[in-house]
């Protein structure tokens, strides 16, 4: 089962420098941190600031040669977690025809915030990112592990800052 949830922002992970995703269930208090790169928190954060540029984007490429070719993004889900990778797969339609397409789930989330998409990440995405250590490794059988995820699943939306370009 896929639980529907919003980007509320990005954030910077002060040890790595890395620009931090997170997504949060419409309905629920789940959070989930994707770690990303910063050319794809560039483009999710232009959408979610409404910046328009003079000629498209990459993810704005992609939405228009769909449109024009009469398709439509139907969602994306963030569907697996293994070995510290996240997966999603755009869920799209074209004259009459269902496509499900592979896709990192920055680049499926900056296509879903263009095309006004839903975005659902499967439940066992949740249940994985629970036991994953932020170190890299599978176990929540250290302390350090155990602090992150309480300090995760404590997280309020108003918590994260929005990455300036």
């Known amino acids: 089962m896929s639980i529907r ?3 509320t922002g990005l954030t910077i992970d002060p040890a790595t420098n890395s620009p931090i995703m997170i997504l949060k269930e419409e309905e629920g208090d789940q959070t989930l941190p994707i770690w990303i790169g910063l050319l794809e928190a560039t483009a999710i954060a232009s959408e979610l600031e409404q910046v328009k540029f003079s000629r498209p984007m990459t993810h704005d490429l992609l939405h228009n040669v769909i449109e024009t070719f009469g398709g439509s993004v139907e969602m994306v889900e963030i569907c697996d977690l293994k070995d510290n990778t996240f997966f999603a797969t755009v869920y799209a339609l074209c004259n009459s025809k269902k496509f499900q397409i592979d896709a990192r789930p920055s680049d499926a989330i900056a296509l879903a915030l263009r095309t006004k998409s839903p975005i ?16 890299g490794k599978e176990a929540v059988k250290t302390d350090d592990a155990k602090k992150w995820t309480e300090v995760l699943e404590n997280l309020r939306p ?8």
């Open 120 to 135: 659902f990440v499967h439940e066992k995405v949740f249940e994985k990112s629970a036991h994953m250590d932020m170190r």
């Open 158 to 165: 108003e918590d994260f800052g929005k990455y300036k370009m």
């Open 5 to 7: 949830v919003t980007v």
